[in-house]
């Protein structure tokens, strides 16, 4: 179900970039005074804006539609649960692993002369 509305969902965003990349923009009706008027009529009498912004608005709804599905099923999904819940709870009193059965640690060599760490390999 949620790979179905992901889907749809980047179809509806693609489609939405399209949409407003294909819209004029408000500087651009001063060419129909210059002769460029008839190539509006290709879209119908009210030209190219009202279907071109009817459409972006209905492709803009359902892809915010689609973005509100996503986030519910992400939030009712099982493997959503936070960190904390899946992490086995410690009882009081539980005794800790002794300093023995942890790995021991390194200590780092000090170059005595100037009191830095020697160069890592490769500088």
């Known amino acids: 179900m949620e790979g179905v509305v992901l889907g749809i969902h980047v179809l509806l965003a693609v489609t939405t970039i399209v949409l407003v990349l294909l819209q004029q923009g408000k500087g651009a009706d001063a060419g129909a005074a210059f002769g460029s ?3 509006g009529t290709v879209f119908g ?62 200590e780092p060599v000090v170059d005595e002369e100037d009191g830095d760490l020697p160069p890592i390999d490769g500088d």
């Open 37 to 39: 008027g008839a190539s």
């Open 45 to 106: 009498a009210g030209g190219p804006g009202t279907f071109l912004q009817r459409t972006t608005t209905l492709v803009a709804t359902a892809f915010f539609v689609t973005s509100l599905t996503l986030a519910v099923l992400a939030a009712h999904r099982s493997d959503s649960a936070s960190v904390l819940d899946r992490t086995a709870p410690v009882e009081m009193g539980e005794e800790l692993p002794a300093d023995e059965d942890l790995p021991a640690m390194e």
